[in-house]
């Protein structure tokens, strides 16, 4: 869930900005908020899809949910580059949710950090 919370994160931020540069109506935000916290869901399916494929990274909610802000912003990052286009949205979610498949197999070893701190 922290991943998911990270993730959401930067895109609330981005809806935030545009929903203050444009006039819109009760409706047309209630919309937008709703697309916004479903079209975020999709991407975190592959950490989702990992664990069920049993990938066995261990990290903590902290360390989650910095991997859902950052892989939202290297997501959005292909698109102020202009690597990606605004009609290639679907790869730009495509590739946040290869990255969230990917983040599911990485680990901290907690065990030799708290070692060391105890020394």
Do not use: R
Request: proline fraction near 1%.
């Amino acid at each position: 869930m922290h991943l998911y919370f990270g993730y959401l994160l930067v895109q609330v931020c981005l809806l935030a900005v545009k929903i203050f540069q444009f006039n819109m109506s009760i409706s047309a935000l209630f919309f937008s908020v709703v697309v916004v916290l479903f079209w975020s869901f999709i991407p975190v399916v592959g950490y989702l899809l990992a664990k069920l494929f049993k990938a066995n990274g261990k990290v903590g909610k902290y360390i989650l949910f910095t991997f859902g802000f950052v892989i939202a912003l290297i997501e959005k990052s292909l698109f102020y580059f202009e690597f990606l286009t605004k009609e290639q949205v679907t790869i730009g979610t495509f590739v946040a949710f290869i990255l969230f498949f990917i983040a599911a197999f990485i680990s901290m070893n907690k065990t030799a950090n708290k070692q060391i701190n105890q020394n």
